[in-house]
């Protein structure tokens, strides 16, 4: 691994030391293209205005057409964390702006992605609402264009709220609003699609007020929880505008006002409320939200997010938890199969395709982002489709390095052999989709060469980037404590240093874990290297971040290594 130091403009850190920045955080935020201390506001009047999102107001007008008509609305969510925080937070924003709303999420397993015809025809015979008069996708539908028509021809309108890239033709919805559509002139196109679920709501709410048919209509602020835990699970790139959600959300949360599902979920997973981090949304909250889409059913999420009081979230987290327990020990299995089949890969090789037949195929997205950690390669990992269809399917999930944008690729593979694919979609980063069986050596071959072309130079030499070396006096629990206070994640990683240190004990624990006692310049630090079993040299110089580690009430800094670096 190359490790590197990011680039620093020393004028800009000045200033924001000027500002009132600590010299540490001026010259973290400098080498992450803040420019100005004012970018560092969290507070919800620098938000971006939902001008120039396109569809919004269409969107708006038509929800509170319905909303008066007491019309049905059916919000169709997607199965992932992201899919579950936007579908709660749309049906409780609705539900209190007094419309009749309920959802339904498709089945990983029986559905496939998106709304569906096979979706559709599910709708109109909800348990609840009988056949709605809406459909309102989140996180999902740009990709939808036979479902939005199947829609249409049995009566139900839809509006399509999404965040994914779309394909050339777009749905013939009654409104669509996706900050990646063509025309949309929305500052931020990063939003997740929680994000973009809070913006339609806030729309319908403000279109309610003017109208004066909800002249005092209630506060919003207690969905943003929901929007901090989305838009972190589903790493997407945290811009200004991501953080300030993020931060808002956090702050309830910490404040003790998260919603009972939250407050459940923190309770299970032995987080402490008034000490959450980012990094606890992410890899304590967010996966066993997806655990349940992943195995099971997300409506246990979704349900758990909705739950008005503690004792009715509870169980529900619980039965997360559990779910999550089995979906590790799953994942475990599948990457040691996975490791044990791949031999490194040549200089000239550029991705890697993997299949099994025996794989889950809610967890195959998460062992292709751990042969991509490991190889640093764009990786799709395969399983075997359920359902009767005439020739077997598969259905994969692949995950990228910075610099190969992955729908892209598929997209140009696609156009160059039509029919191969099925049906795919996603981001830069992670892509879906499916196929049959029989493609596989094709897709193999195709994609391969897609990514040929499309990546960009110097993408597949692996490289880590850190802020370089910290002082000894640096190196605290207080340091720690500062930085875990800000909103960091995609696009906006969070810090991690680099210095050589001499290495005073080391053993392997738990399932291939080093555990250090590191000594920098007569100061002792523990440190935890996750999957490396291999011994260090007595002087190693190491990648690392600050952490603080509470064991038996008791708050201590601990090094979370991240890699070894070649010495300087």
């Known amino acids: 691994m190359k490790v590197n130091t990011r680039t620093i403009d020393r004028q800009i850190a000045r200033s924001l030391e000027q500002a009132g920045l600590a010299p540490l955080l001026a010259r973290l935020f400098a080498a992450r293209g803040v420019r100005s201390a004012s970018a560092l506001n969290t507070g919800l009047n620098d938000l971006l205005k939902p001008d120039g999102l396109l569809g919004l ?23 992932d964390c992201d899919g579950a925080t936007a579908t709660a937070l749309m049906v409780s924003g609705l539900r209190r702006l007094g419309a009749r709303v309920d959802y339904m999420v ?53 509006i399509v709220t999404d965040h994914h890239l779309p394909g050339d033709t777009l749905p013939a919805a009654a409104a669509i609003v996706n900050p990646n559509q063509p025309g949309c002139q929305f500052a931020s196109r990063n939003l997740a699609g929680v ?85 606890d949304l992410g890899f304590a909250l967010g996966p066993r939200i997806n655990a349940a889409g992943r195995l099971e059913d997300i ?79 764009p990786c799709f990992a395969f399983a075997v489709a359920s359902g009767e269809t005439a020739e077997p399917m598969l259905r994969g999930s692949g995950r990228s390095v910075t610099g190969v944008h992955l ?34 050596p094709a897709f193999r071959d195709g994609i391969e060469k897609a990514i040929a072309e499309i990546a960009a130079p110097g993408a597949l030499n692996p490289e ?57 310049d007569g100061l002792p630090l523990p440190a935890i290297f996750f999957q490396r079993d291999e011994p260090l040299a007595d002087r190693a110089r190491l990648a690392y971040s600050l952490q603080p580690n509470e064991y038996r009430g008791l708050t201590t800094l601990q090094l979370l290594i991240h890699a070894e670096a070649a010495p300087d």
């Open 106 to 158: 498709p089945n990983r397993f029986t559905d496939g992605y998106g709304l569906t015809p096979g979706v559709v025809t599910a709708a109109l015979q909800h348990p609840r609402l009988g056949k709605p008069d809406w459909l309102i996708t989140v996180d999902n539908g740009i990709a939808s264009v036979a479902g939005v028509q199947a829609a249409n021809e049995v009566g139900m309108a839809v």
């Open 464 to 520: 880590l980037l850190t802020d370089g070396p910290l002082k000894a006096e640096e190196m605290t629990l207080t340091t720690a404590r500062t930085l875990d206070q800000y909103v960091w994640g995609q696009g906006f990683e969070a810090p991690m240093f680099c210095n050589e240190f001499r290495v005073v004990r080391q053993k392997v624990v738990g399932k291939g874990h080093l555990k250090l006692d590191l000594d920098f």
């Open 57 to 79: 107001d269409s969107a708006a007008e038509q929800l509170v057409g319905a909303i008066g008509a007491g019309q049905s609305l059916c919000v169709v969510g997607d199965y």
């Open 299 to 377: 409506s246990i999420g979704i349900e758990c997010l909705l739950a008005e009081s503690l004792p009715a979230a509870l169980p529900l987290a619980e039965t997360l938890d559990s779910i999550n327990r089995q979906r590790r020990e799953i994942e475990a299995d599948m990457r040691q199969a996975a490791l044990d089949t791949i031999t490194e890969p040549t200089p000239d090789q550029l991705s890697l395709v993997l299949h099994e037949p025996d794989w889950h195929e809610g967890v195959v997205g998460l062992v292709a982002g751990r042969v991509k950690e490991r190889f640093h390669r």
């Open 195 to 279: 994000g973009v679920a809070f913006y339609v709501v806030a729309a319908v709410r403000a279109r309610l007020r003017e109208t004066g048919a909800l002249p005092a209509p209630p506060a919003l602020g207690d969905l943003l929880d929901l929007v901090a835990l989305g838009t972190i699970a589903d790493l997407v790139r945290l811009d200004d505008n991501n953080r300030r959600l993020v931060a808002a959300g956090l702050a309830r949360i910490k404040a003790g006002k998260a919603r009972p599902g939250i407050a459940a979920l923190c309770q299970i997973a032995g987080v402490v409320p008034h000490q959450l981090t980012v990094r």
């Open 407 to 440: 729908r892209d690729a598929l997209a140009l593979l696609d156009a160059r052999e039509p029919g191969l694919i099925d049906r795919f979609g996603g981001h830069a980063m992670a892509a879906g989709l499916s196929m049959k069986a029989s493609g596989l």
